[in-house]
């Protein structure tokens, strides 16, 4: 793969963010965007782990995809605070995934503020991530392709994105928003997955403040190189072909999948890993028969 370093400043205006990277659709990660905010000093595991210890939280691990799931469907629930201790006594491959703490904990709300870079932010407030060290998300995108402003708070994340005109390389599977979940993204092997040799993208890491602007539908895979949690908020889609695709996958696109799921089970999601093979090593080797004949 083809990987450049994303974009660090320290902070930017509003102008040449919209200038440098959302018209140019290009990630960025903004260093000092929240050192303003009660929460930059304040969160950290101690503080979630006081203020809601005993908030049930949905957990997600990095077992395949099974028929049986529904649609962000967790695999386990646990107490927050046994939940914040596994985090830190050893690794766990449980994450947190889209998780609205700040409804059920209302006084983490008055720690952050106002987040103003140009492009409205989406209604309602936002969705948590955490994960143990060596945890991950599979390389996937969100189903409303929306703009994302991701906050990062304690420890260190590795982040690798593509943009939607890399998903004829990417092995992706068709009626969903991942890719096959048996490639490692942190080290790929070209070898078995050849078409990834076409692949541009972009890497970083994000620590304790730091925030990723993610545009329109990128794919995005996140790996926990030490225990951390993470906020994000959203700005819809602008681009008529992202609207269109987003009002595509939330209207049509799952309920489809999730009936050939009850219909056919997991000879469904075999056939679909199958053919995301099959359908990229076809593009594959019509790029290679045209490079040979140039």
Not at 122 to 128: A, I, V
Not at 153 to 158: A, H, I, L
């Amino acid at each position: 793969m083809q990987l450049q370093a994303i974009d660090r400043v320290k902070t930017i205006s509003k102008e040449d963010f919209i200038r440098l990277y959302y018209r140019k659709q290009k990630p960025v990660i903004i260093e000092e965007a929240i050192a303003d905010w009660p929460a930059f000093t304040k969160w950290n595991f101690d503080y979630i782990k006081a203020i809601a210890a005993d908030k049930q939280v949905p957990l997600y691990d990095d077992r395949p995809v099974d028929h049986k799931d529904g649609f962000n469907q967790p695999h386990a629930t646990m107490r927050m605070d046994a939940y914040i201790d596994l985090l830190q006594q050893a690794p766990t491959k449980f994450r947190i995934f889209l998780w609205n703490l700040l409804k059920e904990v209302p006084a983490l709300q008055a720690d952050y503020r106002p987040f103003n870079l140009g492009l409205p932010i989406m209604k309602g407030l936002p969705m948590l991530f955490f994960g143990g060290r060596d945890s991950h998300t599979f390389m996937h995108y969100d189903i409303d392709l929306a703009n994302i402003f991701h906050f990062h708070f304690q420890g260190k994340k590795e982040v690798v994105l593509f943009d939607q005109k890399q998903n004829k390389f990417l092995y992706k599977i068709a009626h969903s928003l991942i890719v096959r979940e048996d490639i490692n993204w942190s080290n790929p092997d070209e070898e078995k997955w050849p078409a990834l040799h076409y692949v541009t993208g972009f890497k970083g890491t994000l620590e304790h403040g730091q925030m990723l602007y993610m545009p329109e539908g990128y794919w995005h895979y996140m790996k926990y190189i030490t225990p951390g949690f993470s906020m994000s908020l959203r700005s819809i889609a602008r681009k008529p072909r992202h609207l269109a695709k987003a009002l595509y996958n939330v209207l049509v696109m799952r309920y489809f999948d999730q009936m050939m799921r009850r219909l056919r089970g997991q000879k469904w999601i075999d056939y679909k890993n199958q053919q995301a093979i099959e359908r990229t090593h076809r593009h594959l080797a019509k790029i290679q028969s045209k490079s040979a004949a140039a």
